[in-house]
């Protein structure tokens, strides 16, 4: 009765037994009690309760499981590195706790089975309940380890983690391994054998192994045995369980038993009771160059250790043959003086390279990036001082480290004097790429710039180097007037041409990050002369009409896009943007106005006047200004809005 009392006491100081989903407030006063790296930060990503295994959807949405009974989709609408949407897809599962995407399909493993949902970023309002198809039902339906893990490898295949349903015991059938199939449930069969409670996945660059975690069996003291990193270059392998954990830690009713075949030790054995879970292999060009192909491991923990241990990120590296070279602590924390605030579970790669780190103890998903320092704007200075002697500016763009950069058209029409410049957060300037044509909409991924110049598309590095990513001769048809850029979470991107005067050859196109180009849109949509673009959501983007002055909704998520009239009377409609409360920002280029509006449909309210051409605007680092510039006055100009 003792131990019984004295483990709960345990679990109930490291908050295991109840959920926390703590204030907002309160984890981000707690996220400057964590110790990172320098030039990595971590913020607040979104609010998810009871957050667990993530999936990457086809437009940047995120799909979050839990082991309640919803799955979460998370929508970051304007690209700010913050959700706008945390959206209820699903409300009636058994320990939803496993996501993958696949072909634009949503897959979720819960406790007894694997359904399948049809293309969710098409519409996340869709009755997915109603369009549930069970792919697979034969999961042992136990509640001890029944949280499945889920994720397709490069064989196509689907693999799902099958907890033991004990601590210690003779698993039955596909208990304490590893299953594959088919997408669409069929070929069944077990890749990896025993396995205790493997709640991570991931596929090896370059050599294509899976990678799994393991969590080894309690109750053998502080120290044994290991939690396990392993890696299964082919099907059939034994892992140990229940035989042996790591590499020679026994159980003590197993110890004179002898496995049905030989064990695969582990790659990496980590502190016991640490709960190793979910953890990703970097790909991304956003971290420093030593991170590629690291595995970044979320430790969601210990309940059963006297004094509790992991509440961290750990990096583990790997040598240039693929190898195991070292593994050390990346984040650390979440666990204070033996208190936890925090318990990571999941860890997603975003497309510009940073990480997504779900934690179901406070109920949010973290951002950790590298390189993106905050920017401050001092009074009279940078950000918040008006730039005069800019030749023709038309668009402008914040990085997040609080540098600004602005196309400047020159003249009109004339190819080779058009530039982007580099306004620094002390005022200076200078040119970071010149040579362009009639440089418009501007817009940044993964620290490089991407420029509509006139009839091609140009993508500019910080260094100032230039590369076309898109000629003339590339499109559909052959571009007239290259006006504004915007790009998706995946790195597609999105450009429009505002055709002729009279909107002949008016289009919008999405370049895929392999240089395919498909017009979304023609001169027949009803849009007269496609301007400023804003994604709104999964496959669908706001377009301002330069033509009429009027607000278009571009939903291209099926194979014929539709379009819907918002809004209008906004003059010479230019720029869109939103900030970081949602507001949205309409700039008038023919009459040199700004307006807000709650929501694309709601009534405009008009916040300046008096520009000579207000173009392509745009957010502060900071998220304290617009950025508006004054094509006519060669000037860009800060306007307050917080």
């Given at each position: 009765m003792k131990t019984i009392s004295r483990l709960i006491g345990l679990l109930a100081a490291v908050g295991w037994m109840t959920a926390a989903n703590a204030d907002l407030a309160d984890v981000e006063a707690n996220l400057g009690r964590l110790k990172v790296p320098e030039g990595f930060k971590v913020e607040v990503y979104a609010e998810v309760p009871g957050?667990?295994?993530?999936?990457?959807?086809?437009?940047?949405?995120?799909?979050?499981?839990?082991?309640?009974?919803?799955?979460?989709?998370v929508v970051d609408k304007n690209k700010d590195h913050k959700a706008d949407e945390v959206i209820t897809i699903l409300d009636d599962l058994k320990v939803g706790?496993?996501?993958?995407?696949?072909?634009?399909?949503?897959?979720?493993?819960?406790?007894?089975?694997?359904?399948?949902?049809?293309?969710?970023?098409?519409?996340?309002?869709?009755?997915?309940?109603?369009?549930?198809?069970?792919?697979?039902?034969?999961?042992?339906?136990?509640?001890?380890?029944?949280?499945?893990?889920?994720?397709?490898?490069?064989?196509?295949?689907?693999?799902?983690?099958?907890?033991?349903?004990?601590?210690?015991?003779?698993?039955?059938?596909?208990?304490?391994?590893?299953?594959?199939?088919?997408?669409?449930?069929?070929?069944v069969e077990v890749f990896a054998k025993g396995v205790r409670n493997s709640v991570g996945m991931d596929f090896q660059p370059g050599t294509n192994v899976l990678y799994f975690t393991d969590n080894g069996v309690d109750m053998m003291g502080d120290d044994i045995p290991?939690?396990?990193l392993n890696a299964a270059p082919q099907a059939g392998l034994h892992f140990g369980f229940p035989y042996v954990g790591g590499r020679d830690a026994r159980p003590k009713d197993w110890q004179n038993k002898k496995p049905p075949q030989a064990v695969t030790p582990p790659v990496v054995e980590f502190q016991a009771h640490s709960a190793n879970l979910g953890f990703k292999f970097y790909t991304g060009k956003q971290f420093p160059r030593d991170y590629q192909g690291n595995a970044i491991v979320a430790q969601h923990g210990s309940w059963n250790r006297s004094q509790p241990v992991g509440y961290q990120l750990m990096r583990v590296?790997?040598?240039?043959?693929?190898?195991?070279?070292?593994?050390?602590?990346?984040?650390?924390?979440?666990l204070n003086d033996g208190e936890a605030w925090g318990r990571p579970v999941d860890?997603?790669?975003?497309?510009?390279?940073?990480?997504?780190?779900?934690?179901?103890y406070s109920g949010v998903i973290y951002r950790?990036?590298?390189?993106?320092?905050?920017?401050a704007a001092a009074p009279g200075r940078g950000q918040a001082s008006k730039v005069t002697g800019l030749n023709m500016p038309e668009s402008a763009v914040a990085h997040p480290d609080g540098r600004i950069f602005v196309s400047e058209i020159g003249e009109f029409g004339?190819?080779?004097?058009?530039?982007?410049?580099?306004?620094?957060?002390?005022?200076?300037?200078?040119?970071?790429?010149?040579?362009?044509?009639?440089?418009?909409?501007?817009?940044?991924?993964?620290?490089?710039?991407?420029?509509?110049?006139?009839d091609q598309v140009v993508r500019v590095g910080l260094d100032g180097s230039k590369t076309v990513i898109a000629k003339s001769g590339d499109f559909p048809e052959k571009p007239m007037f290259l006006n504004d850029i915007e790009i998706d979470g995946l790195g597609n991107v999105y450009v429009s041409d505002s055709g002729d005067d009279d909107g002949k050859h008016g289009a919008i196109y999405q370049i895929s990050p392999e240089g395919k180009i498909t017009q979304l849109i023609n001169d027949k949509s009803g849009i007269k002369r496609?301007?400023?673009?804003?994604?709104?959501?999964?496959?669908?983007?706001?377009?301002?009409?330069?033509?009429?002055?009027?607000?278009?909704?571009?939903?291209?998520?099926?194979?014929?896009?539709?379009?819907?009239?918002?809004?209008?009377?906004?003059?010479?409609?230019?720029?869109?943007?939103?900030?970081?409360?949602?507001?949205?920002?309409?700039?008038?280029?023919?009459?040199?106005?700004?307006?807000?509006?709650?929501?694309?449909?709601?009534?405009?309210?008009?916040?300046?006047?008096?520009?000579?051409?207000?173009?392509?605007?745009?957010?502060?680092?900071?998220?304290?200004?617009?950025l508006v510039p004054d094509m006519k006055a060669g000037e860009l100009v800060p306007l307050p809005i917080k």
């Open positions: 957050a667990r295994q993530m999936a990457l959807g086809t437009s940047g949405t995120v799909y979050v499981g839990t082991r309640g009974n919803k799955v979460y989709a706790n496993g996501v993958a995407m696949w072909e634009g399909n949503l897959y979720v493993a819960e406790q007894h089975r694997i359904t399948r949902y049809a293309a969710p970023d098409f519409d996340l309002n869709l009755p997915f309940k109603q369009m549930r198809e069970v792919i697979y039902d034969q999961l042992p339906d136990k509640v001890h380890h029944g949280w499945r893990y889920i994720a397709f490898g490069p064989d196509k295949k689907l693999y799902a983690t099958i907890g033991a349903p004990c601590n210690v015991c003779d698993p039955q059938g596909i208990e304490a391994s590893i299953i594959r199939m088919d997408p669409d449930g069929k070929n290991p939690d396990e590296v790997f040598d240039e043959q693929h190898q195991v070279k070292s593994h050390e602590v990346f984040i650390e924390g979440w860890v997603l790669q975003l497309n510009d390279g940073s990480l997504l780190v779900s934690d179901d950790v990036s590298y390189g993106e320092s905050s920017a004339k190819s080779g004097d058009g530039k982007i410049t580099v306004i620094n957060k002390d005022g200076s300037r200078r040119t970071l790429a010149d040579g362009l044509n009639d440089p418009k909409g501007l817009d940044l991924f993964n620290n490089q710039l991407y420029v509509a110049d006139m496609p301007n400023g673009l804003l994604l709104d959501g999964p496959g669908k983007l706001l377009v301002a009409d330069f033509g009429n002055g009027k607000l278009f909704q571009v939903n291209f998520a099926s194979k014929k896009a539709s379009v819907t009239l918002l809004n209008q009377g906004f003059g010479g409609a230019d720029g869109l943007v939103r900030d970081t409360d949602g507001l949205l920002y309409v700039s008038d280029w023919a009459g040199g106005k700004v307006w807000q509006l709650t929501e694309p449909r709601a009534t405009p309210q008009l916040i300046t006047e008096g520009h000579q051409s207000a173009a392509d605007i745009a957010l502060s680092a900071d998220g304290r200004f617009l």
